[in-house]
């Protein structure tokens, strides 16, 4: 089983930065075992929840969704068991309560079923 913890999430405004976190813990994240890749979702007041990014275990492999691409940048530092999402340029669109996730696949994926543990989410708003 593992858990997450995501943070960072806060009040900003548009074109501002900011960095979300995600502490994870739990048997695949200790040794030297061959673990989970990691993703961030979000979801916006009445919308479904979307993909935002993903990174494989190693950190060499990353994927985004298009209307994040070249502003978020999704990171991993092993040693510390955290993953970041660094947010660059946001917009109010961007406004949304943001997830991490879990998954036992190696490979990034984009799909939230191949997800099987969530972090409780951290909200980011973007006022105009």
């Known amino acids: 089983q593992v858990q997450l913890v995501d943070s960072g999430g806060e009040l900003v405004r548009t074109g501002d930065s900011l960095r979300l976190s995600c502490v994870a813990s739990?048997?695949?994240?200790?040794?030297?075992?061959?673990?989970?890749?990691m993703g961030w979702f979000r979801q916006a007041p009445g919308k479904e929840r979307e993909f935002v990014a993903a990174i494989n275990w190693s950190g060499g492999s990353t994927k985004y969704a298009d209307s994040v691409k070249g502003r978020f940048t999704i990171s991993r530092d092993h040693a510390k068991n955290t993953t970041y999402l660094q947010m660059n340029r946001l917009k109010p669109e961007d406004t949304a309560v943001y997830y991490c996730?879990?998954?036992?696949?190696?490979?990034?994926?984009?799909?939230?079923?191949?997800?099987?543990?969530w972090g409780q989410g951290t909200q980011v708003t973007v006022s105009s």
């Open positions: 739990g048997r695949a994240f200790n040794g030297n075992a061959m673990g989970h890749s």
């Open positions: 996730a879990a998954s036992p696949l190696t490979i990034a994926t984009t799909l939230p079923t191949a997800f099987t543990s």
